[in-house]
């Protein structure tokens, strides 16, 4: 798809646009509004093709579960192998728009590689994540960054204890949730390893502050992502972090998503999600 409309839909997605605003905008992108209101479903979410590993597979322990976080009780989505043997923690961060479908099935498949997984929903504080994509995202206004990144640093305390789990932790996030994924590194000594996907960097001054090793994944085609790298990189290795940065050209922000068409890559997809499992198992198995 045209990467000026790839980048449209990220400034509605981030917020800068509303949804009149995007769609005027697409209109005069595609040649007019039909043409706009064809490419829509492209552009967003199909959570009918998110089930990749089956909820209902013998093999796994899955539901909801809460933890103690800053703001109070946090909703999270829980899976784990049925298997009577201590395993690794790793938690996922989903993108802006909150716990759904895709993501939970993200999490039975970090599951299905042999962790004890659990997904928070960020938007625990303002009532959940709710059904519509388009109220999820602007729920996110609402939240307190300091307090956000506080509830996701108490869930790394919940896997590390976890009764079931061997104390190593690890995460992973999208977007929203790739840089949610490197403040938990900056805030949290205990996370062993992270792997942001296409995450923003934290800034130079927090740096010294990461234990974690990282695997960063980014999109060839992610300007606005991809101007931090070559300074957070510099700052790693000033000091001394363990790093591996990985960049797939061809792709898009968000190719992870297996539910938009848009924008899902599966070459990229697919090598960085074995990059990732290789990664968490050197680190935390």
Not at 86 to 101: C, D, Q, S, W, Y
Not at 164 to 190: E, H, L, Y
């Amino acid at each position: 798809m045209d990467k000026k409309i790839i980048d449209l839909h990220d400034d509605y997605s981030k917020g800068d646009l509303d949804r009149r605003q995007f769609i005027r905008k697409l209109s005069l992108i595609a040649g007019g509004t039909a043409a706009a209101t064809a490419l829509i479903p492209a552009l967003e979410n199909n959570y009918a093709k998110a089930e990749t590993v089956s909820i209902n597979t013998p093999m796994f322990d899955t539901g909801y579960i809460t933890y103690p976080g800053e703001t109070g009780d946090m909703r999270a989505y829980y899976a784990r192998p049925a298997v009577d043997v201590k395993l690794p923690g790793v938690m996922v961060i989903h993108e802006n728009r909150g716990l759904n479908p895709h993501i939970e099935d993200v999490a039975r498949r970090m599951a299905l590689a042999g962790f004890v997984v659990i997904a928070p929903d960020a938007l625990s504080p303002v009532g959940g994540t709710p059904a519509d994509t388009d109220e999820a995202r602007g729920k996110f206004r609402e939240l307190d960054g300091g307090d956000t990144i506080k509830n996701f640093v108490a869930a790394v305390q919940y896997l590390k204890t976890h009764p079931q789990a061997t104390g190593k932790v690890g995460c992973i996030g999208f977007c929203w949730g790739g840089r949610m994924t490197n403040q938990v590194a900056v805030n949290s000594p205990d996370l062993s390893a992270a792997a942001p996907y296409y995450g923003s960097q934290p800034s130079a001054e927090d740096v010294p502050k990461i234990r974690a090793a990282l695997l960063l994944h980014y999109a060839g085609n992610d300007t606005r992502i991809n101007a931090g790298i070559e300074a957070f990189e510099a700052e790693l290795r000033k000091n001394n972090k363990e790093f591996t940065t990985h960049v797939y050209e061809g792709a898009s922000h968000a190719f992870n998503n297996d539910t938009n068409a848009a924008r899902y890559h599966k070459e990229a997809a697919t090598l960085a999600w074995e990059r990732t499992i290789k990664f968490m198992n050197e680190k935390l198995k």
